[in-house]
């Protein structure tokens, strides 16, 4: 492009000094003079002003970054790269990602942050459901609460603005639960304050936030970051970690110190009259999975008996909290004596009664499904009510076919078996390896239609997909045959894998 603007004999950067006008002009050509803005025009103008690499940067962890179009990157002098962002906002009024783009500029390029919140702000008037506006609105405010620490601001000063971007994480969240960058950019930046916190009190990190005078924000926000990641995890379920995860799972780790020193804090914490205690209690709990890698089956038994119930506790005290709910029911299927099927649906029941999220809608439905297997008719027909509610909490997530839970040995909850149990997968036998702890499943093919989609009626009724080209199954020669299989659960429905004919 240099080429085209500089003359023989000339500094070949001189071509830049007049990029802003020119980027001006391009703007203006490609807004044309009609009513409405030609979709070409608009198009050609996100591609040359906004993209990056043929992408946009919002809504993921890089819009913190002072990068931007590379043909802004290429105007010498941020006054004309402020220029050409406000031309774009003048001539393109509806288009709310350049008011985004705009705030981004005055936030990470200018650090002029209420000018920055004001273009945000507009964005989201323009576009109220877009969950990218608000998590560039949470990212504005990220941003000048660093600043804030930088200038060594009182705690609370800072706390109040982590509290405002939060807000804008969990509205973000809300709109698009799947996007990984709504939990993680808010993990990041707990783990940011409660550093500065510690900074400032002339300590670590947990011993700023289990302090007599610590903020009930800073208390609690470290089991904040914990359930955030929590569900990272949840929604890639089957998938490697993100850079993004990995690296802020270590920043949070990091902030514990030595495990037998911080559950000692947090008891001194729990004792205490003038605290709330249930995110106390939650925090003893994840405190016990930190120290096993986050994984329920690593805990020891007198540690996950004491996790129960303070989780119960907690049950009691905040019944509509879903973060005590998932912790529970991911704590109880530890014990040596779990609870009975109908106590841990009725719980779960109000759980999916009182939340939108995706996670009790398919416990409630593999609950029942368990229940159905023992020969439970009516089990049979709820499981397949709350599964058409699955079916459409899950209908834009990538992950929807994957099963995470299947049949395994054992009686009541203690017969799921999470996918986290079963090893690497074996592309060879085109199954996971470690199979040792699950259980074949009976039923009938009751249809085989086309080699790429079946059903087989199990045991207790429940129908699960399956594949008949991967059996040897033919239609019109494999229907009503006996078979066995594997028995997973995805947020679709049953799915039956390594189908084997029964003997007789």
Not at 90 to 110: K, M, T
Not at 120 to 129: A, C, G, R, T, W
Not at 169 to 193: C, K
Not at 395 to 412: L, P, V
Request: some cysteine; hydrophobic content about 35%; glycine content about 6%.
């Amino acid at each position: 492009m240099a080429q085209l603007f500089v003359a023989p004999n000339h500094d070949p950067q001189l071509w830049r000094q007049s990029l802003s006008q020119w980027a001006i002009d391009f703007i203006d050509v490609c807004r044309g003079n009609t009513p409405v803005p030609a979709e070409e025009g608009l198009d050609l103008v996100r591609r040359v002003c906004v993209y990056r690499d043929n992408s946009e940067m919002l809504g993921y962890e890089r819009a913190g970054s002072r990068q931007f179009a590379r043909l802004l990157d290429a105007i010498p002098s941020a006054e004309g790269r402020l220029q050409v962002l406000r031309r774009l906002t003048e001539a393109f009024p509806d288009e709310a990602h350049f008011w985004a783009h705009l705030g981004r500029f005055y936030s990470f390029e200018l650090r002029e942050y209420d000018n920055a919140i004001d273009a945000v702000n507009h964005s989201i008037l323009l576009q109220p459901d877009d969950h990218v506006l608000h998590h560039m609105k949470g990212m504005v405010l990220r941003g000048q609460l660093y600043q804030k620490m930088e200038q060594k601001r009182p705690l609370g000063e800072a706390i109040e603005v982590a509290q405002q971007a939060a807000a804008a994480f969990t509205e973000a969240r809300r709109l698009n639960p799947e996007d990984e960058h709504g939990y993680i950019s808010e993990a990041q930046m707990i783990v940011r304050i409660l550093d500065y916190a510690g900074t400032q009190a002339g300590s670590d990190s947990l011993t700023a936030a289990t302090s007599q005078a610590s903020p009930k924000w800073l208390r609690e926000s470290l089991q904040t970051a914990e359930h955030l990641l929590a569900q990272v995890r949840q929604n890639r379920e089957g998938d490697p970690p993100s850079q993004y995860e990995e690296s802020c799972i270590a920043a949070v780790q990091s902030v514990y110190g030595k495990y037998s020193d911080a559950l000692q804090r947090w008891d001194n914490v729990l004792s205490r009259k003038d605290v709330y205690r249930p995110p106390i209690r939650r925090q003893i709990v994840w405190t016990y999975l930190a120290r096993c890698n986050r994984r329920w089956d690593k805990v020891a038994d007198k540690d996950v008996q004491r996790a129960v119930k303070l989780l119960e506790e907690n049950l009691q005290e905040e019944p509509n909290d879903e973060r005590n709910l998932r912790l529970w029911l991911q704590g109880i299927r530890q014990l040596n004596t779990t609870p009975s099927l109908e106590a841990i649906i009725e719980k779960v029941a109000y759980w999916r009664a009182n939340s939108e999220s995706l996670e009790p809608a398919y416990y409630l439905y593999v609950l029942y499904a368990l229940k159905a297997l023992d020969g439970y008719i009516l089990a049979r027909d709820e499981a397949e009510r709350v599964l058409e509610e699955c079916r459409s909490r899950s209908r834009f997530r990538r992950n929807r076919t994957r099963s995470f839970e299947w049949i395994g040995k054992g009686e009541g909850l203690a017969r799921l078996v999470h996918v986290d149990r079963l090893g690497e997968w074996d592309r060879d036998a085109d199954f996971w390896k470690d199979t040792e702890s699950l259980e074949r499943v009976g039923g009938v093919v009751a249809k085989s239609t086309v080699p790429e989609a079946g059903i087989i009626e199990t045991e207790g009724g429940l129908r699960a997909f399956y594949v008949p080209a991967k059996a040897g199954h033919h239609k019109g020669t494999s229907e009503n045959s006996r078979v066995t299989c594997f028995l997973g659960f995805s947020y679709e429905g049953p799915r039956a894998w390594s189908v084997q004919d029964a003997t007789s």
